[in-house]
């Protein structure tokens, strides 16, 4: 126990909070069993190490434990955690969750058993926590970490504390909330640099290494949380790998699943089941109509789940439309329904349509809107596309 609290101690000092997360205010930070999920590399182990930081420090009521190291394949989650009760802990934080067999089981245990302690993990995207898993239904509190979005971005680079939108705020007094920011910053001179290198927050600390570490990230999820999670057999990886590359060689895609199973050599079921794990990992995003329940049938369009990711996957897919539609259902999408539209490049909430491109782009009608890219300004239903990119 010893070894795991001066592992705290090191962690905690070392740790700072280079950039404030939304995700951090809108936790309820008082519930018993508190899960966080999120892609690799999102930064769910710095925004653990600051959570205690801040309110804890390297007090012995805190307690952070990555479940990589070794000593767990011989000690109970449970064990551990029991002990570290009895010491005086009061809150146990468990970084990778995913990677201890018995998680769910032991998290249950805690909760019945250890009544004055709090449990705070994090987990990959992909694993079943609450609504799946009976052990911990109806007894965890769940939140998505996702990457930066421009808006957070935006204040790191800057050094400004720009608050969040809502949708309406965004929709219907755009024409006043853009001039004030514009007054600060001009966001379009960070605008490019965020769709390349600016979703997941290790171009920080390692700018020089963001492309091969999110190449690596992403091969990493393949192998273990799209393939091992979902018990899939290794030697299925191959495929999986050359859908995402047919998805981001030819996005936004219209899946002609026959065709694309027969590239991939797979059934046409495996495929739409592939497409289904893809985006559970936070690697690509469905687009269904409204009227979808999205489960288990062939999407009107498949994307990349980020621009960072298209950057890396499919370069030479690269072009300004591809983009503008990749951000804008990746910004909007996080916290709104967005669906596929035959007159329009998307409907949000079942009742906004939006077209999203260049600065000379229109919408009209009763609930239409362009997002529109290269502009600072907009007018009437014509709203500047990285103001979409202030949602959360």
């Not at 182990?45 to 959570?51: A, E, H, Q, S």
């Not at 205690?52 to 449970?78: A, H, M, P």
Request: aromatic share 14%; net charge neutral.
């Amino acid at each position: 126990m010893d070894y795991f609290f001066e592992t705290h101690r090191v962690l905690v000092e070392a740790s700072s909070d280079l950039i404030n997360r939304e995700l951090y205010r809108e936790i309820d930070w008082s519930g018993r069993l508190i899960g966080i999920k999120g892609f690799r590399g999102v930064g769910k182990t710095t925004f653990l190490l600051n959570y205690i930081r801040k309110n804890y420090g390297i007090s012995r009521e805190c307690l952070y434990v990555n479940l990589n190291d070794f000593y767990f394949t011989k000690r109970r989650i449970f064990s551990f955690a029991d002990e570290f009760y009895k010491r005086g802990g009061k809150v146990l934080v468990l970084d990778q969750i995913h990677k201890y067999e018995e998680w769910s089981k032991d998290l249950r245990q805690c909760y019945d058993e250890l009544p004055g302690l709090q449990i705070v993990f994090s987990s990959s995207p992909v694993l079943r926590i609450s609504d799946e898993n009976s052990d911990l239904k109806d007894i965890v509190t769940l939140y998505s970490l996702e990457g930066l979005s421009f808006r957070e971005y935006l204040n790191y680079r800057s050094g400004e504390e720009f608050d969040k939108l809502t949708l309406d705020d965004i929709l219907l007094r755009h024409r006043d909330i853009a001039p004030p920011i514009i007054a600060k910053v001009r966001p379009l001179a960070f605008f490019t640099e965020y769709l390349k290198s600016g979703f997941y927050p290790y171009f920080i600390t390692n700018p020089e290494f963001f492309s091969e570490t999110l190449l690596r990230h992403v091969n990493l999820a393949l192998e273990i949380d799209v393939t091992y999670l979902n018990q899939i057999e290794l030697k299925y990886l191959s495929k999986l790998r050359k859908l995402v590359k047919i998805i981001g060689s030819q996005m936004p895609l219209s899946p002609n699943v026959s065709k694309i199973s027969a590239e991939v050599e797979t059934s046409r079921a495996t495929v739409v089941n592939y497409l289904q794990y893809l985006k559970k990992a936070r690697i690509v995003n469905l687009l269904f109509p409204t009227d979808s329940n999205g489960q288990l049938q062939k999407p009107d369009q498949v994307y990349l789940h980020n621009t960072n990711l298209l950057h890396i996957i499919a370069p030479e897919n690269i072009n300004n439309r591809n983009l503008r539609l990749t951000f804008f259902y990746n910004q909007v999408g996080f916290l709104h329904k967005v669906s596929s539209s035959l007159d329009f490049d998307f409907i949000v909430n079942d009742q906004f349509k939006f077209a999203v491109g260049g600065k000379y782009t229109q919408a009209k009608g009763e609930h239409c809107f362009a997002a529109a890219d290269m502009i600072e300004l907009g007018e009437g239903n014509v709203i500047p596309l990285w103001l979409f990119g202030f949602l959360y």
